[in-house]
C-alpha cells in the first residue's frame, strides 16, 4: 500500500492526473498510457485520477458517470495494467470502503471537506486522503480537515488548494496558502486546471481559463508545491465533463518539460 511518505520531500514534484470523469475504458488507457510514458521519462511520481462518478453538477442533465462498478473497475484496471496509484472523488460515508476497493487514494471534494463523517469513513479505509480545500475557507482553517483525519488513526493525507470563491463567478489562487498548509507536515498539491473554473454561469455549464493553466503551475512549482493536479483530455471540447478548464494531452509533455526546469531551479 502507498502512503504519503512515497509522495514527501523528493527531488521532483508528483502529478495527479487524468480526465474529469471515467467515460469509458478505452479513453483511460489511452491517457494513462499516455501521461505514463511522460511522467517516467521526466522522473515525475504519477498517480492517474479519474471520478467513478460526478455528484456536483450544476444542472439535472449534466452528465454523471457510466455507473459506479463499471467506472471503479476501470480505475483498477489502470492501475494494475500500469503499476500505477489511482485515485477518485467519494462523496458520502459508505462511499469511501466500496472506493477503497479499487483505488489507492481517496479524494475528498473541495464542498465537502468540512464534512467530519466523510473524512473519518475515508481515513478508517487505511488509504492516503487527499482532501481539497473549499473555496470558502482560508488555507489556515484546513488544519482542522486534515486532524479530523489523523485523530480517526490515519496519517496518510494530502492536502489540494484549488482557489478561493472571488464574487458569484470567479476563483482567485493565494500562492501564500502553499507554504502555509505545508506547515502542516503533509504534501500540498496544486489544482491547477480547477483553479481556473469559472462556476455559476448562467448556462448552467461550468466555465474556465485554460489559456492560464502554464501560469497557475509555474506560479505553483516556483513557490514549492509538492505536487499538481491536472485534469487533461485528448479533446477536451468532447470532454463529458469540465471540458472548459482541461489541458489538451498533447500539450502535456511540454509543460510538464517546463515545470522540472522550474523546480531544478528553485532546488
Given at each position: 500500500?502507498?502512503?504519503?511518505?512515497?509522495?514527501?520531500?523528493?527531488?521532483?514534484?508528483?502529478?495527479?492526473?487524468?480526465?474529469?470523469?471515467?467515460?469509458?475504458?478505452?479513453?483511460?488507457?489511452?491517457?494513462?498510457?499516455?501521461?505514463?510514458?511522460?511522467?517516467?521519462?521526466?522522473?515525475?511520481?504519477?498517480?492517474?485520477?479519474?471520478?467513478?462518478?460526478?455528484?456536483?453538477?450544476?444542472?439535472?442533465?449534466?452528465?454523471?458517470?457510466?455507473?459506479?462498478?463499471?467506472?471503479?473497475?476501470?480505475?483498477?484496471?489502470?492501475?494494475?495494467?500500469?503499476?500505477?496509484?489511482?485515485?477518485?472523488?467519494?462523496?458520502?460515508?459508505?462511499?469511501?470502503?466500496?472506493?477503497?476497493?479499487?483505488?489507492?487514494?481517496?479524494?475528498?471534494?473541495?464542498?465537502?471537506?468540512?464534512?467530519?463523517?466523510?473524512?473519518?469513513?475515508?481515513a478508517q479505509t487505511g488509504k492516503i486522503v487527499n482532501i481539497k480545500k473549499g473555496q470558502f475557507l482560508s488555507p489556515g482553517a484546513m488544519q482542522f480537515a486534515v486532524?479530523?483525519?489523523?485523530?480517526?488513526?490515519?496519517?496518510?493525507?494530502?492536502?489540494?488548494?484549488?482557489?478561493?470563491?472571488?464574487?458569484?463567478?470567479?476563483?482567485?489562487?493565494?500562492?501564500?496558502?502553499?507554504?502555509?498548509?505545508?506547515?502542516?507536515?503533509?504534501?500540498?498539491?496544486?489544482?491547477?486546471?480547477?483553479?481556473?473554473?469559472?462556476?455559476?454561469?448562467?448556462?448552467?455549464?461550468?466555465?474556465?481559463?485554460?489559456?492560464?493553466?502554464?501560469?497557475?503551475?509555474?506560479?505553483?512549482?516556483?513557490?514549492?508545491?509538492?505536487?499538481?493536479?491536472?485534469?487533461?483530455?485528448?479533446?477536451?471540447?468532447?470532454?463529458?465533463?469540465?471540458?472548459?478548464?482541461?489541458?489538451q494531452l498533447d500539450l502535456l509533455e511540454g509543460l510538464l518539460t517546463r515545470l522540472v526546469r522550474i523546480r531544478e531551479a528553485i532546488r
Amino acid at each position: 500500500m502507498i502512503t504519503v511518505n512515497d509522495f514527501k520531500n523528493k527531488e521532483n514534484f508528483f502529478l495527479m492526473a487524468g480526465p474529469c470523469v471515467i467515460e469509458g475504458e478505452d479513453m483511460a488507457l489511452r491517457i494513462a498510457e499516455k501521461v505514463v510514458g511522460i511522467t517516467e521519462k521526466l522522473n515525475i511520481p504519477y498517480i492517474f485520477k479519474g471520478s467513478y462518478r460526478k455528484a456536483n453538477r450544476s444542472r439535472l442533465d449534466s452528465f454523471t458517470g457510466i455507473g459506479d462498478e463499471k467506472a471503479l473497475k476501470i480505475l483498477r484496471k489502470v492501475g494494475e495494467t500500469f503499476n500505477i496509484p489511482t485515485v477518485t472523488d467519494i462523496h458520502e460515508t459508505h462511499e469511501a470502503a466500496m472506493a477503497a476497493e479499487y483505488v489507492d487514494v481517496l479524494q475528498i471534494p473541495a464542498f465537502l471537506c468540512r464534512q467530519t463523517d466523510l473524512l473519518v469513513a475515508a481515513a478508517q479505509t487505511g488509504k492516503i486522503v487527499n482532501i481539497k480545500k473549499g473555496q470558502f475557507l482560508s488555507p489556515g482553517a484546513m488544519q482542522f480537515a486534515v486532524q479530523k483525519v489523523a485523530d480517526a488513526g490515519n496519517n496518510n493525507v494530502m492536502v489540494t488548494e484549488r482557489g478561493t470563491t472571488f464574487g458569484y463567478t470567479d476563483l482567485v489562487v493565494d500562492y501564500r496558502g502553499i507554504p502555509e498548509m505545508q506547515t502542516f507536515g503533509y504534501p500540498v498539491i496544486m489544482d491547477v486546471t480547477h483553479s481556473l473554473q469559472q462556476p455559476n454561469q448562467t448556462s448552467g455549464v461550468t466555465g474556465g481559463l485554460p489559456a492560464l493553466i502554464e501560469t497557475i503551475a509555474k506560479a505553483a512549482i516556483a513557490v514549492g508545491a509538492d505536487g499538481l493536479f491536472i485534469e487533461t483530455h485528448p479533446e477536451p471540447s468532447k470532454a463529458k465533463s469540465d471540458g472548459a478548464n482541461m489541458l489538451q494531452l498533447d500539450l502535456l509533455e511540454g509543460l510538464l518539460t517546463r515545470l522540472v526546469r522550474i523546480r531544478e531551479a528553485i532546488r
